[in-house]
């Protein structure tokens, strides 16, 4: 959208909140203002040309379709032109009717033309501002209960990109980063931005973080997502908020501070390593579990009212975990040996019924948590 005009090189103003733009071709955007133009055109023409009995032309001269020098549709087409480009009367005036066609289809399009390019950036920056401070007015007072992305590099942006695949709407994403190649980035995945620094109450005041549901932490620098989990669980003390660590010696930290769920990146990524070297068939079974779309996904959903009291190996989906009283249990638990009313299962499915798998219900089941 417009707040980098310049490029990467631009260093954005911290806080400043950037919504996408839509992206529309410039043959589109010409197309759209000539015809607009051409419609005040024709319809001023018609305006002038149905009360022509109360215009006359003093230069007129007298012709067979106008003996008395009344005003005709050439006339009406002349009078509009030059008067929409706030041309004027001078004293030299055209007479005959091929010179005033000539200023009307030629020569004021030509001043036209010359106009727009003297204020026409002018005009196109006044706009653009006004329709910005309208667009985030209008953002401000839709948003709440959206997902606050801290940090949108690789990590970020693939968070964001699996919250979407499973059906959260990218207006209801903000994305906090100082970087304009994040910006940037967001801006091309038509995400919100709020440039700034996570750890200032300000930056995240402006994001909305007090009424947000999620708060995703995924910056750089370990102790960066220290800072930015306490500032946002003193801005919301209800919010769901997931952190990355780069070093497992720091998740106990990024606990204290406020996180819900902290990962790992480092360990994560060497055990693939590790699993990978040691099996290269577990490694590539890993690595489809993470690989979005594709083979096998894990997934979250609610128990269905003909699956209770069956055990969790028993079902169409591999369980592998049961989540009862937000606690969760290994499928092979005793504590879940049945399945009960109100319990959800984490199961491993094909990527082709992920549709079902995060949003249960789809196919009109009865959920064994909506019975009493």
Partial sequence: MGVLSGGPAETPLTGQIALPERIRSPWWQLGRRLLLALGILVG???LVYLDRHGYRDGGDVPTEASPNG????????YYTTVTLSTTGYG?????????????????????????????????EVLAQRGREMFRITRWR???????????????GRSAVETLVNNGLDREHVVVVDPSPVALADAHADQLAVVTGDATRRGVL??????????????????????????TVRQLNPDAWIVAAVSEQENAPLMRQ??????ITSSDAVGRLLGLS????????????LLTY????????????????GMPPQSLPDQVIAVVRDERVYRYFDPVVTLLARGDRLVVVRPAKELPWAPRPGTHNEDFAADEA
Avoid at 98 to 106: D, K, P, Q, S
Avoid at 215 to 222: C, K, L, Q
Avoid at 293 to 308: P, W
């Fill in 141 to 155: 007072k839709n948003m709440g209960h959206h997902v606050v992305v801290i940090g949108y590099g690789t990590k």
């Fill in 205 to 230: 005041q402006r994001a909305g973080v007090a009424e947000a549901d999620q708060v995703i932490i995924t910056t750089g620098r370990d102790d960066s997502n220290v800072l930015a989990a306490l």
């Fill in 44 to 46: 001023t023409v018609l």
């Fill in 277 to 288: 070297t040691l099996s290269p068939t577990l490694g590539s079974v890993m690595e489809d």
């Fill in 293 to 308: 779309g594709e083979g096998l996904e894990v997934a979250e959903r609610e128990l269905l009212v003909n699956e209770v």
């Fill in 91 to 123: 004293d030299v005036t055209p007479v005959s009717d091929g010179a005033r066609l000539v200023n009307a289809f030629i020569i004021t399009p030509a001043r036209i033309g010359f106009l727009v390019l003297l204020i026409g950036t002018t005009l």
């Fill in 257 to 262: 501070s406020g996180a819900d769920s902290v």
């Fill in 70 to 77: 009344e005003i005709t549709l050439i006339d009406a087409i």
